[in-house]
T-cell receptor, first 113, second 113 residues
Framework: SQKIEQNSEALNIQEGKTATLTCNYT??????LQWYRQDPGRGPVFLLL?????KEKRKERLKVTFDTTLKQSLFHITASQPADSATYLC????????????FGAGTRLAVHP | NAGVTQTPKFQVLKTGQSMTLQCAQD?????MSWYRQDPGMGLRLIHY???????DQGEVPNGYNVSRSTTEDFPLRLLSAAPSQTSVYFC????????????FGSGTRLTVV
């Protein structure tokens, strides 16, 4: 069955460094992949979408890569700030209609001053 | 523009009781979904809808019913609550004319005792 894996251990980094989070998937070939941010007690917030024919996408300090051969996406936050501390979720569509979006369990990022 | 509104925010049920979690969006989005989020398991898709009158099952549909009589509303019904349904429930929506991110509500925290 299809599976999405994100590092369950929290990522702790110093302010100003680049944070890199990983999303791996198995047993299918999604047409796109999404990343969301979730703060405690709140719903996820959409950040970026990258399509299978795009190797890289950027938005301000965020960069996402999508390697369909490795079945992996990397999510980078450059010049990280304490305000970037949150849980980051990756999500992929399941099925040909792309209406069923399934999520990884998320990785918690803590940026320390 | 309220986005996605979920009510109630908190609810305690006794085993065997039924209830309806409400979800409304004012963005004229075609696609709507219900997720539950449990610690360490991420978001799991319960049911989804691609438009008024059309619904389908997600990853964990058992014990839940949905209907979509209007574009705006997508209620989730628990027929006979069980302790295993203790969770945080999120409703989400997105426009149907393009692939894009979902807008999530703020969630309903449900406890079944």
């Amino acid at each position: 069955s299809q599976k999405i894996e994100q590092n369950s251990e929290a990522l702790n980094i110093q302010e100003g460094k680049t944070a890199t989070l990983t999303c791996n998937y198995t047993n299918y070939s999604p047409a796109y992949l999404q990343w969301y941010r979730q703060d405690p007690g709140r719903g996820p917030v959409f950040l970026l979408l990258i399509r299978e024919n795009e190797k890289e996408k950027r938005k301000e300090r965020l960069k996402v890569t999508f390697d369909t051969t490795l079945k992996q996406s990397l999510f980078h936050i450059t010049a990280s700030q304490p305000a970037d501390s949150a849980t980051y979720l990756c999500a992929l569509p399941l099925g040909g209609g792309y209406n069923k979006l399934i999520f990884g369990a998320g990785t918690r990022l803590a940026v320390h001053p | 523009n309220a986005g996605v509104t979920q009510t109630p925010k908190f609810q305690v049920l006794k085993t065997g009781q039924s209830m309806t979690l409400q979800c409304a969006q004012d963005m004229n989005h075609e696609y709507m979904s219900w997720y539950r989020q449990d610690p360490g398991m991420g978001l799991r898709l319960i049911h989804y809808s691609v438009g008024a009158g059309i619904t389908d099952q997600g990853e964990v549909p058992n014990g839940y019913n949905v209907s979509r009589s209007t574009t705006e509303d997508f209620p989730l019904r628990l027929l006979s609550a069980a302790p295993s349904q203790t969770s945080v429930y999120f409703c989400a929506s997105r426009a149907g004319d393009r692939v894009g991110g979902y807008t999530f509500g703020s969630g309903t925290r449900l406890t079944v005792v």
